[in-house]
């Protein structure tokens, strides 16, 4: 499946599965961005949530063609 990571003016088609992590996905972007995955927070678009780094794509209602937004922490705060 693929998802949609926007940041800003940028959008990043990831492609993943359902079994994969957020975790996985920020590790992903970490080689195109160049910023580790913990300064990197994901959020569901659709439900505005925070994704959890232990749970499953699946468990968190991410599916094919999900929007998610990418947030990196300056400090302690987030700029999308």
Do not use: W
Request: with cysteine.
């Amino acid at each position: 499946m693929y998802i949609r990571v926007k940041r800003n003016k940028s959008t990043y088609f990831i492609q993943c599965e359902p079994t994969e992590t957020p975790l996985s996905i920020k590790q992903k972007l970490h080689s195109i961005i160049d910023q580790p995955p913990s300064n990197q927070q994901l959020v569901l678009l659709a439900t505005n949530d925070v994704l959890e780094d232990s749970k499953t794509l699946a468990e968190q209602k991410v599916e094919n063609d999900s929007i998610v937004g990418l947030a990196l922490r300056k400090g302690i705060v987030l700029t999308y």
